[in-house]
């Protein structure tokens, strides 16, 4: 079975460009999380989504936006790209949110973004 | 509001010591706890959860971890270290109700010597 595949692997932009990076979940996950991981750091949570509705976002600025679509897949999108979006960004799904005990978190690879 | 602090930004041990990495977690209301471990380049993969029932988890590859609430801490042990166990380790923390979402440490770094 195919994990949680994000893409692309790589991506140099300039700043004040636009970028959207893309996340697949696992078969029969309905929900998908955005998570940003800045080099040295933790991840941060950026959104959730359930059901292609937004149910969480993270204290992150009105630049990041994401969304779902039909088939649970998401996208997130980042305008006016500064210097400090440089991170890994991770995509994890799972059936539901809310509830780890069963179904828990599976991450993608991720998609590095350098903004020079 | 949930926090977790991982005492160490590195570890260091030779191969076949004991490793010990630390957490801390701070929560408001009973917590789910779980470990990750990130190797170079790649995504975060799950070792083991704490899901409210035996405090003592048992997780892949030989590492377990034990809840303890007077303590609020969730430590990583693993009885004997091998070369491939180098690698980046998460605790990270949720709630167990609503739209809970993964709270992380700032990580700890696992380097193992020969």
């Known amino acids: 079975d195919a994990g949680v595949t994000q893409s692309p692997t790589h991506l140099i932009k300039t700043r004040g460009q636009h970028v959207t990076l893309r996340c697949s979940p696992i078969?029969?996950?309905?929900?998908v999380s955005w998570y940003q991981q800045v080099l040295g750091q933790g991840p941060q949570f950026i959104f959730q989504y359930y059901e292609k509705e937004e149910r969480g976002r993270g204290n992150f600025p009105d630049r990041f936006s994401a969304r779902q679509f039909p088939n649970y897949s998401s996208e997130l999108n980042v305008n006016a790209l500064l210097l400090g979006d440089s991170a890994l960004y991770l995509c994890?799904?799972?059936?539901?949110?809310?509830?780890?005990?069963?179904?828990?978190?599976?991450f993608g690879s991720g998609t590095r973004l350098t903004v020079v | 509001a949930q926090s977790v602090t991982q005492l160490g930004s590195h570890v260091s041990v030779s191969e076949g010591a004991l490793v010990l990495l630390r957490c801390n977690y701070s929560s408001s209301v009973p917590p789910y706890l779980f470990w990750y471990v990130q190797y170079p380049n790649q995504g975060l993969q799950l070792l083991l959860k704490?899901?409210?029932?035996?405090?003592l988890v048992k997780g892949i590859n030989g590492f377990e971890a034990e809840f303890k609430k007077s303590e609020t801490s969730f430590h990583l042990t693993k009885p004997s270290a091998h070369m491939s166990d180098a690698a980046e380790y998460f605790c990270?923390?949720?709630?167990?109700?609503?739209?809970?979402?993964?709270?992380f440490g700032k990580g700890t770094m696992l380097l193992v010597s020969p």
């Open positions: 994890a799904s799972s059936l539901a949110p809310g509830d780890p005990t069963n179904y828990g978190y599976t």
């Open positions: 990270a923390v949720t709630r167990n109700s609503g739209y809970s979402t993964l709270t």
């Open positions: 078969s029969g996950h309905k929900s």
């Open positions: 704490y899901t409210s029932a035996a405090t």
